[in-house]
């Protein structure tokens, strides 16, 4: 509750999901209570499961009495969106894309607080700490850097920021990294194209790969990248000693424990191998 209550101060739009099938927990109505203290963000409501409701005569009073009962405790009118169900893990992508697109078109009210105060919500967390004073220290001052859009005003170097459950703190060093998932370079679009439908969500196992200024990448030559011996390779890249390794590790059919395990010694020509 208390990430909740931090996320709602910094959030320009609150995604509640409601389960249809159970209705309102707890949880929901102590967030909007609290939002009331520290201020409302924009709240919308999204109804799920409701593929386990069969009937659809007691889907229709379900639906009518949850709005009602989402509107006494937000405000007439406010937004509430359905999702019917899940196919294999997923919602249904037009639902998603009508969720999306209201939330694209939607404006938000700017607060004079946010505007004027520098905050960052943390996307990816690194510690950079030197891994022999941690050895020697574990309870060392640690090196943390952390990745994220700031928002609001401007953060500067040598500034005071608060973490959250955590203190004060003094910033040592500010980097302006590449936009992971910059905007399409022509503003006015309906939709858009496969290469701008980017998928930047770093600690979460899913997305492509994170930009920024310590990462190291090895390139293996594309998708028609081929083995070195391969009959139907068409295209091939230039034999580097580079491309040579790279060829010599994908292609490698134990671990190298195994190999330790089988792998022999001779000590003389005539000497059998131990």
Known sequence: MNMMIDIAKVA?????????????????????NICQVHGFPKIMGVLTHLDLLK?????????????????TEVYQGAKLFYISGISHGHYPKTEIH???R????????????????????????????????????????RKVSFYGYVRGANVKTNSKIHLLGVGDFEVKEISKLPDPCPLPEKEKKRSLNEKEKLLYAPMCGVGGVMYDKDAVYIDLGGSHHNKKGDEDSI????????NELLSSLSGMQETIDAKMASSKLSLFKVRKQI
Request: proline content about 4%; overall charge neutral; some cysteine.
């Open 102 to 141: 209201f939330i694209s078109v939607a404006k938000f009210r700017p607060l004079a607080w946010r505007s004027s105060h520098p905050y960052v919500l943390a996307d990816r967390i690194e510690d950079l700490t030197d891994a022999e004073e941690l050895r020697q220290n574990p309870k060392c001052d």
């Open 55 to 71: 009937d659809n005569k007691s889907l229709k009073k379900t639906k009518k009495r949850l709005k009602n009962r989402f509107w």
């Open 98 to 100: 009508n969720l999306g």
């Open 12 to 32: 320009d739009l609150a995604l509640l999901l409601i389960d249809a099938s159970f209705g309102f927990e707890m949880e929901i109505f102590e967030f909007l």
């Open 235 to 242: 295209q091939r890249t230039e034999e580097t000693p580079g």
